[in-house]
Each structure stands twice: as C-alpha cells, then as structure tokens.
C-alpha cells in the first residue's frame, strides 16, 4: 500500500468513528484502478425535497502527493459549493475540513428541523 492509499485508509477509520452515531450519513471507500475516492454522503429524504442534504468527495488532486476535497451540499438553507485542495503534508488540516463540512451540515439539518 503506498502513503495516498494509508491516507485515504487512515481518515475512513477515523471519519467512521466520529460518524459511527449519526444515522443517514454514509462513509464509502472506493478503489477503481489506481484512483481512490473517499465519499460521505447523507441520504435525500423522499418526500421531503426541503431537507438539507450533502457530499463531500476526496480524492487525489492533481498536484503530486495533494488531495482534492469536493463539498456539494443541496436542499433549503443552501450552502455553496467548494472545491479545496490540501496539500498531502497537511494530513490533519484534511481531516479538519472534511470534519467541518460534516459539522456544517449538521448546523443545517437543525436549522432546517427547528424552522419547520
């Protein structure tokens, strides 16, 4: 295994402890090839097309030895979308901002939940 592919599987073990209680936010690692992706995701409601909802995407960035960290969130209380890149030195400042992002939206969902 090389020092990208311990990365990826070092922030999964870690993301998957803090979201171990949090119901409807998926945590996949995904291998096609020599690409590796890491996604956490939290489910659309059916029913209910308001509810916040998000995905965050990291995968390896363009520069070597960098990660490219994709924040997608959807539904009311809308947030904008961002595309980082971290450099691989700064393993820490990766898993901060994928943590963030998650702690975003749950800000959302009790914005949302507390507006209804």
């Known amino acids: 295994m090389d020092r990208i592919e311990e990365v990826f599987v070092s922030l999964f073990s870690r993301l998957r402890e803090d979201l171990r209680e949090e119901s409807g936010v998926g945590l996949a690692l995904k291998a096609e ?11 659309k ?22 990660f490219r960290v994709s924040y997608n969130p959807s539904g009311v209380l809308s947030a904008e979308r961002q ?3 971290v450099d691989a030195a700064s393993i820490d400042g ?5 943590r963030g992002y998650v ?13 209804c």
């Open 33 to 43: 090839g020599r690409n590796v992706t890491l996604r956490i995701r939290s489910e």
């Open 45 to 66: 409601k059916t029913g209910d097309e308001r509810r916040p909802y998000f995905a965050v995407v990291v995968g390896v960035g363009e520069k070597d030895g960098s």
């Open 83 to 85: 595309v980082t890149v």
């Open 94 to 98: 990766l898993l901060g901002l994928v």
């Open 103 to 115: 702690e975003a939206e749950r800000r959302r969902l009790i914005d949302y939940q507390q507006s």
